[in-house]
């Protein structure tokens, strides 16, 4: 080939290294390992920019870690149960796995399309049975181990894609469904829920991943601890009611309760006499969204029950009343009033006239000085008053004196509580794994035996949505016996949440096709963890501590000995509109990653997407940008392809070459090993200029010329994978460069001859003086002070200071 023809390049080496199965990757204990993994695609018919702006990045990092002597696992599979399919197929009228399945074949070309080193051996669906049958295995087991649980629960309900969604499903203060916009509505059902509560504790610890800073502050926001006391009041009719403080000093200030308007107390409690007012509130709380009800700004409204409850710190009756701004979905559902020291209890209290009793005593504050105009709520300055023995200690101490009082008491004690809640894993619709679980009119719930796993989705039902699971039409489906008693008995119905099947995906890829194991042992204690993954930063409260949450459980269960899915965790930005607005269909502003590889080739797009921004920022799309990258790779053909012979050797011209050489080998290295490709790129087109510059002039060796060309498709490979093997191959070298060790750089070669000695004088440029490189700070002194336009501003006078900065710059204080 003479000139370059980028399809004609770039079909060729993709069926080779698919026929030699050069990215097949297996144990090799000879090896480093590295298993290297990007966050799978949903199969929604067409990769977009953004699939190639997470993908071949994270494959140009996975072939350069091969290249330096690991063995690398790159896997790739489809996130390919939920809700997006089934909308989707509601809208064609098309059944779902068809719809699915015919989107992954087409995404599996565009995939390969891009040139990336997938191990297609390890593909894993999410949506086949083989792969649903472990994930049913897998709620079996949280099941054994007492973290998967049934209850009755108010949960957010979308009434466009009928189903119910997880907290962290429901997005913006309208509290919109995440998949469709919809805002959410309460609904009350049994639902299944997974124990993730129980390791909050564990993963509020980072210690053992190196993850970005932003995602670990958004976990522990998200989990939310606090440090308090669980105290136990109790009604006059004998009911306890628990509520859980940060600030169990102020328990003497509780002047009333406040339940949350769902609370299961609520109907008990009730009197005669407040019941219609009560219920009218109840209904009206219902149509509000927590965002709402716990919004700070918005009028307080409550009503009271009629009953009444004890204080148990000092025996005073005080009403029970329901307020919005009290969620079941926070804590118990109910707390302790203490408008004195709460800004929201103030204004309660305040609207209903119910007391105010002061129990913490601000510094400087006298008791003549008359009732609070506002809530104090320093935890860290004051003295407690009003509050019995306590009378005088001061609220540094006050929290700890107060709990241990508690606790010797039998009324209360030392507590943490989170924010975290558990997570919400049924839906009601058709389009995921079946919950593998009978109910048996004598034994309850039963699991399915696991010789009968799968539980099938069957392909024969309506799945228009309803508000309840299509599966309960299917009579096929629905009715089953008992594994235990063999009576008539009936399947559950709801499907479980997409992300429980993307939860252990990273483990599937060990072994896709097993059927005795999740995955294969020997895979596992070769391959786990996985050691760079890469994805979008919008899955931190979802997805990334989901995945966490599961492998703690699989720890439980035996099958790993790891404490987290993933080491050290990558997030890349966005690829934006020329607009530079996000990329949508409605806006017109989609870049369709088919057409650009058939006008440019892969290998053009790749090195665009890793030039044209940093990585883990993103930036708007610039078709004139793409030029570059393009010009790059023709060059790159060119001097590949291009037979030199040396003329005559100007002096210097070989050293010149080869700092340049291995400078840029250093640099992208560096820049390899800490995701900034733009600049490795940018490293890479200086390496082209001055090798295109020796082409002209013919004045280095063939060896030194071998050296840098060589070096200069070896370092562009990761990026530019197809390209390179063509040349490397026409350069007369064995197959392939992917298999090549990666070039080391000579510090001493790479090392500069000169510099430019910048001079400042009160910070203002006034010499640059090119002098010998590798001089200490003394001597740049020295050849700074020497400069005659230095001594001219300096008029005879000593500096009063001089100062070298990183060996490159002088800067005199006159």
Same mark, same amino acid.
């Given at each position: ?13 993709? #069926? ?100 990336? /080193? ?51 499903? %429901? ?12 805002? %959410? ?56 009611? *628990? ?92 707390? /302790? ?99 593998? %679980? ?67 995906? #990273? ?66 930005? /966005? ?5 530079? *607005? ?27 997407? /890793? ?56 640099? %992208? ?146």
């Amino acid at each position: 080939m003479s000139n370059y023809s980028p399809n004609e390049v770039e079909a060729k080496w993709q #069926q080779k290294w698919a026929e030699t199965s050069l990215y097949r990757q297996v144990i090799d204990k000879s090896k480093p390992k590295h298993y290297a993994l990007t966050m799978l695609p949903y199969p929604s018919g067409d990769l977009h920019i953004g699939h190639w702006y997470a993908m071949t990045p994270s494959d140009a990092r996975a072939r350069f870690m091969r290249m330096r002597g690991y063995n690398v696992l790159f896997p790739m599979g489809f996130d390919a149960f939920g809700l997006p399919a089934e909308n989707a197929a509601i809208k064609r009228n098309i059944h779902p796995a068809k719809w699915t399945f015919a989107n992954i074949e087409r995404m599996r070309g565009q995939l390969r399309s891009m040139g990336a /080193m997938f191990d297609w051996e390890r593909e894993a669906i999410s949506a086949s049975p083989e792969y649903y049958r472990w994930t049913q295995w897998f709620f079996k087991k949280l099941m054994e181990l007492n973290l998967a649980y049934r209850k009755m629960s108010a949960v957010d309900f979308c009434p466009n894609c009928n189903t119910t969604l997880a907290r962290e499903q %429901v997005w913006g203060e309208d509290r919109h469904c995440e998949r469709c916009g919809t805002p %959410v509505i309460k609904k009350d059902l049994e639902q299944w829920f997974f124990k993730t509560t129980d390791y909050a504790e564990e993963l509020l610890d980072f210690s053992q991943i190196d993850w970005p800073e932003r995602v670990k502050v958004m976990q522990t926001n998200w989990i939310g601890r606090s440090t308090g006391a669980d105290v136990v009041f109790h009604t006059e009719q004998g009911d306890p009611i *628990e509520i859980f403080t940060t600030r169990p000093d102020t328990l003497w200030g509780a002047t009333f309760m406040v339940l949350a308007p769902e609370h299961p107390l609520v109907g008990k409690l009730t009197t005669d006499e407040q019941l219609e007012a009560v219920t009218q509130y109840r209904e009206n709380a219902q149509k509000l969204t927590d965002i709402d009800r716990e919004t700070a700004d918005r009028e307080k409204t409550g009503v009271f029950t009629g009953a009444y409850a004890i204080n148990p710190v000092n025996e005073a009756r005080i009403p029970i009343w329901i307020a919005d701004y009290v969620l079941m979905s926070y804590g118990s559902g109910a707390i /302790m009033a203490v408008p004195a020291h709460d800004e929201r209890d103030f204004e309660f209290a305040t609207q209903f006239g119910l007391d105010i009793i002061e129990v913490i005593r601000m510094p400087g504050r006298e008791d003549s000085d008359g009732p609070l105009e506002e809530a104090y709520t320093s935890k860290y300055e004051g003295h407690l008053v009003n509050s019995g023995e306590f009378d005088g200690t001061s609220v540094a101490e006050a929290v700890e004196k107060v709990t241990d009082w508690l606790e010797e008491k039998g009324i209360g004690k030392g507590a943490v509580n989170y924010r975290l809640r558990d997570w919400l894993i049924s839906r009601q619709r058709y389009w995921g794994a079946p919950i593998p %679980v009978i109910y048996c009119p004598d034994h309850g719930a039963v699991p399915v035996p696991d010789e009968e796993l799968p539980v099938m989705l069957p392909e024969d039902v309506e799945f228009m949505p309803t508000g309840e699971s299509p599966l309960k039409l299917h009579e096929g489906f629905l009715h089953t016996n008992c594994p235990i008693c063999d009576k008539p008995s009936l399947r559950e119905t709801d499907t479980m949440d997409t992300f429980m099947c993307s939860s252990w995906y #990273q483990y599937r890829y060990l072994s896709p096709h097993d059927g005795e194991h999740p995955f294969d042992p020997e895979e596992g204690a070769y391959w786990l963890p996985v050691d760079q993954y890469t994805g979008g930063i919008e899955h931190a409260t979802m997805h990334l501590i989901y995945t966490r949450f599961f492998t703690k459980a699989m720890r439980e269960m035996g099958l790993v000995t790891i404490d987290e899915p993933m080491t050290a965790l990558y997030n890349q930005g /966005m690829v934006l509109g020329e607009d530079g *607005e996000k990329m949508s269909k409605s806006r017109g502003n989609v870049v369709a990653p088919d057409e650009l590889v058939n006008k440019f080739g892969a290998d053009t797009v790749r090195t665009y997407l /890793m030039f044209f921004a940093k990585w883990n920022q993103g930036g708007p799309w610039n078709y004139d940008g793409i030029k570059g990258p393009e010009r790059l790779l023709n060059d790159v053909w060119d001097i590949g392809t291009h037979e030199y012979a040396p003329g005559n050797e100007a002096a210097g011209a070989n050293r010149n070459l080869r700092r340049k050489t291995h400078q840029v080998i250093r640099k %992208v290295t560096q820049d390899l090993e800490g995701f900034s490709f733009n600049t490795a790129v940018a490293a890479i087109m200086e390496l082209r200029n001055s090798i295109g510059e020796t082409k002209k002039a013919k004045n280095v060796s063939t060896a030194v010329w071998n050296e840098a060309v060589d070096s200069l498709l070896l370092v562009l490979a990761p990026i530019a994978p197809h390209i390179t093997e063509e040349l490397w191959a026409q350069r007369g070298h064995g197959y392939s460069i992917h298999e090549q060790p990666w070039p080391a750089w000579d510090e001493e070669a790479a090392k500069e001859d000169s510099i430019t000695l910048v001079v400042q004088i009160n910070g203002k440029v006034r010499d640059k003086i090119e002098t010998e490189a590798g001089q200490n700070d003394e001597a740049l002194k020295e050849i700074a002070l020497a400069s005659e336009k230095v001594q001219g501003w300096l008029d005879g006078k000593p500096p009063r200071k001089v100062i070298v900065v990183k060996g490159r710059l002088v800067n005199i204080v006159k």
